[in-house]
């Protein structure tokens, strides 16, 4: 297998059935083995590993015209005809491990050889733990908007046999978090905000990114929307760091536990009612980041296995008896997904009521959602704060999806009490529902401590300056009164204000990592990346202060710090939600520059948030050299820790052994 590049990123995509990989048949759709794969590995803009297709040579005139009169655009190319070293080159192969045996094609005929983006021999190399060899797809380099450079996404296909909706998918995600940047699941649409939801609450402590996409009509259709659903998805994956569950679907990405399909018929399947997109798909790929989660606590990835049955879903109506409530809540029911009219009214029955208190009172846990498509729960009313006397606990505006499946993970877990678990169901966990926030400031100069541009100058002279004495920089003061009536001086609008303020502090927060400057560095992730002009138009700080990235080497201020040995800065970004799977445009994380230098403390650190060394470092070899030269060099301290940043001599290499 070739080693990783830079200017590359690996997505594992898990199909796992649905419409966008299904056949017509005389009963109807029907899903067939790696038709998906063959599929796209046959279309360039999703596989165009010599770089000869239009979309490849048509950044300029130029370089179209070169391509069009070499003879490269021949839509015909058959494999047969390429050498087997240029097809491994085509293909080099991934690694992937599962819970369940990768599925073998059952449609070859006898005697054909087997196409080349099929699995590679599959083998059980544990109780319940398979590791097959799968050959890779490369899309045409891209850019995207607010990226330097342009990226090709390097992807692999894990298909099951037989194809099914997802069942035990949760389980593969501890086996491949490593080894890939990102994960698409493809997935039917009726149950797709079901799993959405789910995954956003079993993948505990996500540093990665995660989106569940499928189609309307399936990709063997002429007219599609399985393409755009796919690329796009790939496109997200490959070029952001997303740290959740997400669903992407007609051009827009949403977060998973928001969601709920609207359409059976409709491209635009899927909505979020009460929450606002993560990602628009435009001309411009829009990343509303100030509504992306940050992970803060310094935990390590993991997953949850478990998700309670013993829960249900009872929809109020009209004349609902008691007798009926109390048949519904009986055991084995743990949870019970009350939904309500409005903003939390229900019938003022006794019995009913009386049924609702006694199921409380038995411990089982019982949260109310409004039936209406937009709103929440709330207690403005006096017939909603009837259920929480009986001890029902509001939900907020999750969806019916979000609030059945948060009441399974949590009844799942056997050390949370039936009162810890109404407790947590009323708390975000994971952005699924919202609670109030107090107002920013509309004036980023009106924010303590941070006097307007002259404050951000003030630090930036004092970091600029070298450590040898030179003459101090006085700013001169604003001038005001009658000076200012006298000169006419330039008065700045809020908006030239606030723009100025938040580029200086993307430059100010790598001077203060780089530093170990607390001050500072608190100073800057205290200004807001949400500061508004006087029209309330937002000022963005693309990835928000504690990720925004240096121009010129793509590293941000937790690599600048892990560089530097800034233990200090390393443990208050990471509080204040850094990514530590962040590569620069070498390729490296600050997991790898902190090994590189020597800084124990700050290894462990970012290995304790989840941190694991890229696949470039990996498969170029500069981990295991590096580990070999400590070796040889009898360095007992730096091969400490790089094995303690996950570093093993008996980890398989690009060849599986």
Same mark, same amino acid.
């Given at each position: 297998m070739n080693p990783s590049r830079p200017d590359e990123a690996r997505v594992l995509v898990i199909y796992t059935g649905g419409t966008i990989g299904m056949l017509l048949s005389p009963n109807g759709y029907v899903p067939e083995p790696f038709f998906l794969t063959e599929t796209l590995r046959r279309q360039k803009r999703f596989h165009d590993p010599l770089e000869d297709s239009l979309f490849s040579n048509a950044t300029s005139v130029e370089g179209y015209r070169v391509w069009s009169s070499s003879g490269s655009s021949s839509p015909v190319t058959p494999e047969s005809l390429v050498s087997p070293n240029a097809l491994v080159t085509q293909h080099p192969t991934f690694v992937?491990?599962?819970?369940?045996?990768?599925?073998?094609s059952q449609t070859l005929p006898v005697g054909l050889s087997r196409p080349s983006t099929h699995m590679q021999g599959c083998e059980k190399i544990s109780d319940g733990v398979y590791q097959a060899r799968l050959p890779s797809l490369v899309t045409p380099r891209s850019t995207v908007s607010c990226k330097d450079g342009s990226k090709r996404i390097r992807y692999a296909i894990l298909e099951w046999d037989p194809l099914l909706d997802s069942s035990n998918i949760e389980m593969n995600g501890r086996f491949n978090y490593t080894a890939f940047d990102a994960f698409v699941i493809l997935h039917g649409t009726d149950t797709m905000s079901y799993t959405s939801s789910a995954l956003s609450f079993l993948l505990e402590d996500l540093g990665k990114t995660v989106i569940l996409t499928g189609a309307q009509i399936p990709l063997s259709q002429l007219r599609n929307d399985a393409v755009d659903n796919l690329l796009g998805a790939l496109s997200i994956a490959g070029n952001y760091i997303i740290p959740e569950c997400s669903l992407?679907?007609?051009?827009?990405?949403?977060?998973?536990?928001?969601?709920?399909?609207a359409s059976s018929f409709d491209l635009n399947a899927f909505h979020s009612p009460n929450f606002p997109p993560l990602v628009n798909v435009g001309i411009d790929i829009l990343v509303n980041w100030n509504n992306v989660l940050r992970q803060t606590r310094l935990r390590r990835f993991r997953v949850h296995k478990d998700m309670s049955p013993h829960v249900a879903t009872l929809r109020l109506f009209p004349g609902m008896t008691g007798a009926t409530a109390r048949a519904f809540l009986a055991p084995p029911a743990q949870g019970v997904v009350l939904e309500t009219f409005g903003s939390g009214n229900v019938p003022q029955r006794t019995d009913l009521l009386q049924a609702l208190q006694e199921a409380c009172?038995?411990?089982?846990?019982?949260?109310?959602?409004?039936?209406?498509?937009?709103?929440?729960?709330?207690?403005?009313?006096?017939?909603?704060?009837?259920?929480?006397?009986?001890?029902?606990?509001?939900?907020?505006?999750?969806?019916?999806?979000?609030?059945?499946?948060?009441?399974?993970?949590?009844?799942?877990?056997?050390?949370?009490?039936?009162?810890?678990?109404?407790?947590?169901?009323?708390?975000?966990?994971?952005?699924?529902?919202?609670?109030?926030?107090?107002?920013l400031p509309s004036n980023p100069a009106d924010l303590q401590n941070l006097h307007g541009i002259q404050g951000l100058l003030v630090h930036f002279v004092r970091l600029m300056s070298p450590s040898s004495q030179m003459p101090l920089i006085t700013l001169t003061p604003d001038v005001e009164g009658v000076a200012q009536d006298?000169?006419?001086?330039?008065?700045?609008?809020?908006?030239?204000?606030?723009?100025?303020?938040?580029?200086?502090? $993307? %430059?100010?927060? /790598?001077? =203060? !990592?780089?530093?170990?400057?607390?001050? +500072?560095?608190?100073?800057? *992730?205290? #200004?807001? &990346?949400?500061?508004?002009?006087?029209?309330?138009?937002?000022?963005?700080?693309?990835?928000?202060?504690?990720?925004?990235?240096?121009?010129?080497?793509? $590293? %941000?201020?937790? /690599?600048? =710090? !892990?560089?530097?040995?800034?233990?200090? +800065?390393?443990?208050?970004? *990471?509080? #204040?939600? &850094?990514?530590?799977?962040?590569r620069d445009n070498l390729g490296h994380t600050a997991l790898y520059y902190a090994a590189r230098q020597g800084y124990a403390d700050i290894v462990n650190l970012l290995v304790s948030a989840g941190a694991n060394l890229g696949s470039l470092e990996y498969d170029a070899g500069y981990a295991s050299l590096a580990l070999k030269n400590a070796i040889d060099a009898g360095n007992y301290k730096s091969v400490s820790i790089w094995r303690n940043a996950g570093v093993n001599v008996e980890r398989p290499g690009a060849d599986g052994k």
């Amino acid at each position: 297998m070739n080693p990783s590049r830079p200017d590359e990123a690996r997505v594992l995509v898990i199909y796992t059935g649905g419409t966008i990989g299904m056949l017509l048949s005389p009963n109807g759709y029907v899903p067939e083995p790696f038709f998906l794969t063959e599929t796209l590995r046959r279309q360039k803009r999703f596989h165009d590993p010599l770089e000869d297709s239009l979309f490849s040579n048509a950044t300029s005139v130029e370089g179209y015209r070169v391509w069009s009169s070499s003879g490269s655009s021949s839509p015909v190319t058959p494999e047969s005809l390429v050498s087997p070293n240029a097809l491994v080159t085509q293909h080099p192969t991934f690694v992937v491990r599962s819970s369940r045996p990768v599925g073998k094609s059952q449609t070859l005929p006898v005697g054909l050889s087997r196409p080349s983006t099929h699995m590679q021999g599959c083998e059980k190399i544990s109780d319940g733990v398979y590791q097959a060899r799968l050959p890779s797809l490369v899309t045409p380099r891209s850019t995207v908007s607010c990226k330097d450079g342009s990226k090709r996404i390097r992807y692999a296909i894990l298909e099951w046999d037989p194809l099914l909706d997802s069942s035990n998918i949760e389980m593969n995600g501890r086996f491949n978090y490593t080894a890939f940047d990102a994960f698409v699941i493809l997935h039917g649409t009726d149950t797709m905000s079901y799993t959405s939801s789910a995954l956003s609450f079993l993948l505990e402590d996500l540093g990665k990114t995660v989106i569940l996409t499928g189609a309307q009509i399936p990709l063997s259709q002429l007219r599609n929307d399985a393409v755009d659903n796919l690329l796009g998805a790939l496109s997200i994956a490959g070029n952001y760091i997303i740290p959740e569950c997400s669903l992407y679907f007609n051009h827009t990405l949403y977060r998973g536990n928001r969601v709920s399909k609207a359409s059976s018929f409709d491209l635009n399947a899927f909505h979020s009612p009460n929450f606002p997109p993560l990602v628009n798909v435009g001309i411009d790929i829009l990343v509303n980041w100030n509504n992306v989660l940050r992970q803060t606590r310094l935990r390590r990835f993991r997953v949850h296995k478990d998700m309670s049955p013993h829960v249900a879903t009872l929809r109020l109506f009209p004349g609902m008896t008691g007798a009926t409530a109390r048949a519904f809540l009986a055991p084995p029911a743990q949870g019970v997904v009350l939904e309500t009219f409005g903003s939390g009214n229900v019938p003022q029955r006794t019995d009913l009521l009386q049924a609702l208190q006694e199921a409380c009172d038995a411990g089982v846990v019982v949260v109310a959602i409004s039936q209406c498509y937009r709103g929440s729960v709330s207690s403005a009313y006096e017939t909603g704060r009837v259920l929480q006397r009986v001890g029902v606990v509001p939900g907020g505006d999750m969806t019916p999806e979000c609030a059945l499946t948060k009441l399974s993970y949590l009844l799942s877990k056997p050390e949370l009490s039936a009162s810890q678990v109404r407790e947590l169901i009323s708390a975000p966990l994971r952005g699924e529902l919202t609670q109030q926030t107090l107002s920013l400031p509309s004036n980023p100069a009106d924010l303590q401590n941070l006097h307007g541009i002259q404050g951000l100058l003030v630090h930036f002279v004092r970091l600029m300056s070298p450590s040898s004495q030179m003459p101090l920089i006085t700013l001169t003061p604003d001038v005001e009164g009658v000076a200012q009536d006298t000169t006419a001086s330039w008065s700045k609008t809020a908006a030239e204000t606030a723009f100025t303020e938040a580029a200086l502090l $993307r %430059s100010l927060v /790598h001077l =203060a !990592a780089a530093r170990n400057d607390l001050e +500072c560095l608190e100073l800057c *992730l205290d #200004a807001s &990346a949400d500061w508004k002009t006087e029209d309330s138009t937002p000022i963005v700080v693309p990835g928000g202060t504690v990720n925004c990235l240096e121009p010129g080497s793509n $590293r %941000s201020p937790l /690599h600048v =710090a !892990a560089l530097n040995g800034g233990t200090g +800065c390393v443990s208050r970004l *990471l509080e #204040a939600g &850094a990514l530590v799977h962040l590569r620069d445009n070498l390729g490296h994380t600050a997991l790898y520059y902190a090994a590189r230098q020597g800084y124990a403390d700050i290894v462990n650190l970012l290995v304790s948030a989840g941190a694991n060394l890229g696949s470039l470092e990996y498969d170029a070899g500069y981990a295991s050299l590096a580990l070999k030269n400590a070796i040889d060099a009898g360095n007992y301290k730096s091969v400490s820790i790089w094995r303690n940043a996950g570093v093993n001599v008996e980890r398989p290499g690009a060849d599986g052994k």
